[in-house]
Nanobody
Framework: QVQLVESGGGLVQAGGSLRLSCTAS????????MGWFRQAPGKEREFVAF????????NYADSVEGRFTISRDRAKNTVYLQMNSLKPEDTAVYYC???????????????WGQGTQVTVSS
């Protein structure tokens, strides 16, 4: 089993930046990719970005492409999500999770973290 702990959320004004972190412990070698997802009140959880552990390949949702950057530090078992040019519609709880394949499909991910709140004020 893998434990995932997110951090770095907070309140920021529109146009600002935040960096989220997700630190993994346990059987992390079972994951091929790590993903960030978010869930706003009353909405379904949606894909934001993923990165592969080995090659560092990435994929982004259209809504965050060019503003968010996902990266990983294999030595620290940590995945980051640098969020720039934040918009009020980015407000959500952000979760990280691992998957055995590189995919945007939420159902493929497991061992979800507890989430971290990001609030962007206008």
């Amino acid at each position: 089993q893998v434990q995932l702990v997110e951090s770095g959320g907070g309140l920021v004004q529109a146009g600002g930046s935040l960096r989220l972190s997700c630190t993994a412990s346990g059987r992390t070698f079972t994951y091929y990719a790590m993903g960030w997802f978010r869930q706003a009140p009353g909405k379904e959880r949606e894909f934001v970005a993923f990165v592969t552990w080995s090659g560092g390949g990435t994929n982004y949702a259209d809504s965050v492409e060019g503003r968010f950057t996902i990266s990983r530090d294999r030595a620290k078992n940590t995945v980051y999500l640098q969020m720039n040019s934040l918009k009020p519609e980015d407000t959500a709880v952000y979760y990280c999770a691992g998957a055995p394949v590189a995919t945007i499909m939420t159902s493929a991910y497991r061992d979800w973290g507890q989430g971290t709140q990001v609030t962007v004020s206008s």
